[in-house]
């Protein structure tokens, strides 16, 4: 059973406006989580983190917002630039075992 | 800067034949983990190794093992490579409670 969901699998947003990725989880346990960004043929960079005692943070363009009574965790990313364009994960852990959890991915498409 | 390395970014094995991908981190990370990733199916963990000798099953562990006898190096062991195991391995470390690194990824094709 997918603990960690991301139910679009593609997104397509013109360069200058806000992308916007989105992420469900299933398991109350989880007191962190992160998104990662992915090109072809390249391991995943981590871009932002938050832990469940936030329910936001940013950095410079990305911004993560986290709604724990939803079980829902959303990237903002403005402005969308063209080198934005890859495929972004969530992930989810528990503190006490840093086991990391990894939804399915959303393929984001900047054009100019 | 952390680096975690991967020992091949592309590997041809045939049916039957034990395979061992190997992963080095150079930042004194206590976890690490193996992945692999599939399309339509995102990251899927293997094993995770939060210390030296220490392990445990990830998601998918069936058809895999793995060794942890240093700290700076987790392998991925395939007893016997079956043509479903081919994918892209990923290889991660951290320290306790933050983010992951990963390498660069073994795509690995059993024919």
């Known amino acids: 059973d997918q603990q960690v969901k991301q139910n679009s699998p593609s997104l397509s947003v013109q360069e200058g406006r806000i992308s916007i990725l989105n992420c469900d989880y299933t398991?109350?346990?989880?007191?962190?989580f992160l998104w990662y960004k992915k090109y072809p043929a390249e391991g995943p960079t981590f871009l932002i983190s938050?832990?469940?005692?936030?329910d936001k943070n940013e950095d410079g363009r990305f911004t993560v917002f986290l709604n724990k009574s939803a079980k829902h965790l959303s990237l903002h990313i403005v402005p969308s630039q063209p080198g934005d364009s890859a495929v972004y994960f969530c992930?989810?852990?528990?503190?006490?075992?840093?086991?990391?959890?990894f939804g399915t991915g959303t393929r984001l498409q900047v054009f100019p | 800067d952390v680096k975690v390395t991967q020992s091949s970014r592309y590997l041809v094995k045939r049916t039957g034949e034990k395979v061992f991908l190997e992963c080095v981190q150079d930042?004194?990370?206590?976890?690490m983990f193996w992945y692999r990733q599939d399309p339509g199916l995102g990251l899927r963990l293997i094993y995770f190794?939060?210390?030296?000798?220490?392990?445990e099953k990830g998601d998918i562990p069936e058809g895999y093992s793995v060794s942890r006898e240093k700290k700076e190096r987790f392998s991925l062991i395939l007893e016997s490579a079956s043509t479903n195991q081919t994918s892209m391995y990923l290889c991660?470390?951290?320290?306790?409670?933050?983010?992951?690194?990963f390498g660069q990824g073994t795509r690995l094709t059993v024919v």
């Open positions: 991660a470390s951290s320290l306790r409670g933050l983010e992951a690194f």
């Open positions: 398991n109350s346990m989880f007191d962190y």
């Open positions: 938050i832990s469940s005692i936030k």
């Open positions: 992930a989810a852990s528990w503190r006490n075992t840093d086991k990391l959890i």
């Open positions: 930042m004194d990370h206590e976890n």
């Open positions: 190794s939060y210390d030296v000798k220490m392990k």
